[in-house]
């Protein structure tokens, strides 16, 4: 299981941060990730930690996100930084338990096509 908290509404220019609680299963069996939708759009893939610890972001976070893992508390946090109106979305936590390991996954770890189980959401606005 997944479940996602940690967001609400914040200024243009604010922080949050993100947490993902897991269960059932460890990080060094999965790739964990977080993904984003916005109203009226796709959902897409912010950031993704892999079972070795390797980080991928989408190119509009770079330098602004950052994604960690509390192995001791099988969470995963998604520090927001820098926060901007287009950042608004219901975030998702996501974990890949099958093919994590694999080189396909590393090629591209941001692809939902990827992750077997899937947190409610949490909702991150960027308003003033």
């Not at 947490?19 to 790739?31: E, I, L, N, R």
């Not at 964990?32 to 959902?43: D, I, L, V």
């Not at 099988?74 to 927001?80: D, E, G, K, P």
Request: one cysteine or more.
């Amino acid at each position: 299981q997944l479940q996602a908290f940690g967001g609400g509404l914040v200024q243009p220019g604010g922080s949050l941060r993100l947490s993902c609680a897991t269960s059932g299963f460890t990080f060094d069996d999965a790739g964990m990730a977080w993904f984003r939708q916005a109203p009226g759009k796709e959902r897409e893939g912010v950031a993704s930690i892999s079972s070795n610890g390797a980080m991928t972001y989408k190119d509009s976070v770079k330098g602004r996100f950052t994604i960690s893992s509390d192995n001791a508390k099988n969470t995963v946090h998604l520090q927001m930084n820098s926060l901007t109106p287009e950042d608004t979305a219901v975030y998702f936590c996501a974990a890949d338990l099958i093919t994590y390991h694999t080189t396909s996954y590393s090629q591209e770890p941001l692809l939902d096509q990827w992750y077997d189980y899937w947190g409610q959401g949490t909702q991150v606005t960027v308003s003033s």
